[in-house]
């Protein structure tokens, strides 16, 4: 790190103390803030057009010098995006040797690497600490993270966040919500880190046969509608905090107060931008990370509908806030089966007779839980029975990891079988559409 943003950087975001982190949130004046992420922007610009092929190929080919790029704006229509990381070789991107990677989950296509250091990782685990804190964890309570694990990077920043907190923890991977609430009061867990459809699946369990004393529940890597959030919160009589993170960004990115008014920004270690907002401010979300070394991200296009909120929260802290996701600029849809994307069911249906070449799938909230409908054509009078079954069949062996999720109870399966020529209708439909109410 280089002069002023080097000796603030390192009283802010190094130091060993988690309530000073947050101090610095609340107290640092929004033009420091801004000082320290120019300083940074311009840093890790040289940075890597020094070190990363990808970022220098980039530069030539929009004619630009890196030495004299100050802003964001500066880069023009220079962005980096999923598809350069899924399509190129990792070593395009490394600027140094790694100690780590991370994948995205994969069921929207191959999925995305990412590497880190142990120190990089231990950023993402200091900020999220800070927002737990923040939230009222504390020492001696008692954390469970049901979040998955093995390639997936959020189970391990949740647990390196607990132990800088010195707090309990359980880095449980992702059990079925029967084991884990099985386990609840043995282990006295307080509180509960998961995604928003597992959670609903632990709550249902827990609204029939009782619940434990928990004093907040923390839900992220999935979307939380208002009713989700409400059940869930109605039942254990805990607030539900929601996070927003990815493995680009190593974890979390941001995470909500006690007040709900969006996520908190980890403006320390990122550089947030909106391109092409509407009158409302909406936009697609782009991530340039600040202090990462090995695999720096330079304006990163993350696909997300968002907007950011400049306004100071009632909590203190004066970092900007992201608003609610509305939605994806591609065609994934964030359920309770994990990253559903078009591909995933032309695989599923490819080999199956008696269904028409047009379909379309559904993602519907029925009560409490996610729906994954089928919409298809029937062809040559095949038994509806049997094309349930086959798509069951080709679900379990082609996604195991989707119907996992269907086995714990995070989501169900429906079908609705129409006439040949229903779908051709007017305008070709949209393969998949996210049907549920925010």
Request: hydrophobic share 35%; net charge neutral.
């Amino acid at each position: 790190m280089l002069g002023n943003f080097r000796k603030l950087f390192e009283r802010a975001v190094v130091g060993d103390s988690v309530p000073s982190l947050i101090k610095w949130g609340k107290t640092l004046p929004r033009s420091a803030v801004r000082r320290l992420q120019q300083d940074a922007f311009r840093e890790t610009v040289r940075y890597a057009a020094k070190h990363q092929t990808f970022f220098k190929t980039k530069l030539k080919e929009h004619g630009l010098d890196a030495s004299i790029i100050r802003n964001p704006e500066d880069l023009g229509e220079l962005f980096t995006t999923p598809d350069d990381l899924i399509g190129r070789p990792a070593e395009d991107f490394l600027c140094r040797s790694p100690q780590l990677v991370f994948e995205t989950t994969g069921t929207s296509g191959p999925p995305k690497r990412v590497y880190f250091t142990y120190d990089e990782i231990e950023q993402s685990a200091r900020h999220e600490a800070a927002g737990l804190w923040e939230n009222g964890v504390r020492p001696g309570d008692r954390v469970v993270c049901a979040f998955d694990a093995g390639y997936w990077v959020s189970s391990w920043v949740t647990f390196f966040a607990c132990q800088h907190l010195g707090v309990f923890c359980s880095a449980a991977g992702k059990p079925h919500p029967r084991e884990l609430y099985a386990r609840m009061g043995a282990y006295q867990y307080n509180v509960i880190i998961a995604d928003p459809t597992w959670l609903v699946s632990l709550t249902e369990i827990a609204g029939k046969e009782g619940i434990f004393p928990v004093k907040l529940i923390v839900a992220a890597g999935d979307r939380m509608t208002d009713p989700y959030r409400k059940y869930v919160q109605g039942v254990w009589n805990a607030p539900v905090i929601l996070g927003y993170g990815s493995t680009e960004a190593g974890g979390g990115l941001g995470m909500e107060c006690r007040m709900g008014r969006g996520y908190h920004v980890d403006e320390f270690n990122f550089l947030l931008e909106i391109v092409e907002p509407d009158r409302d401010g909406y936009g697609e979300l782009v991530i340039t990370t600040l202090t990462r070394r090995t695999e720096p991200l330079i304006r990163y296009r993350a696909r997300d509908i968002t907007r950011l909120l400049d306004s100071r929260c009632p909590c203190g802290i004066g970092l900007r806030r992201l608003d609610a996701i509305r939605g994806r600029r591609d065609e994934m849809v964030v359920m309770g089966a994990g990253n559903m994307h078009p591909a995933i069911f032309e695989r599923v249906l490819q080999d199956i007779p008696g269904i028409g070449d047009l379909w379309q799938v559904a993602v519907r909230q029925e009560g409490l839980r996610d729906v994954l409908e089928f919409r298809l054509e029937l062809t040559n009078g095949i038994d509806p029975g049997r094309v349930e079954e086959n798509v069951a069949r080709n679900i379990q062996s082609r996604y195991p990891e989707v119907w996992a999720n269907q086995a714990c109870g995070m989501y169900r399966l429906a079908f609705q079988f129409l006439p040949e020529g229903t779908l051709a209708r007017g305008r070709k439909p949209k393969r998949l559409v996210d049907e549920r109410t925010t």
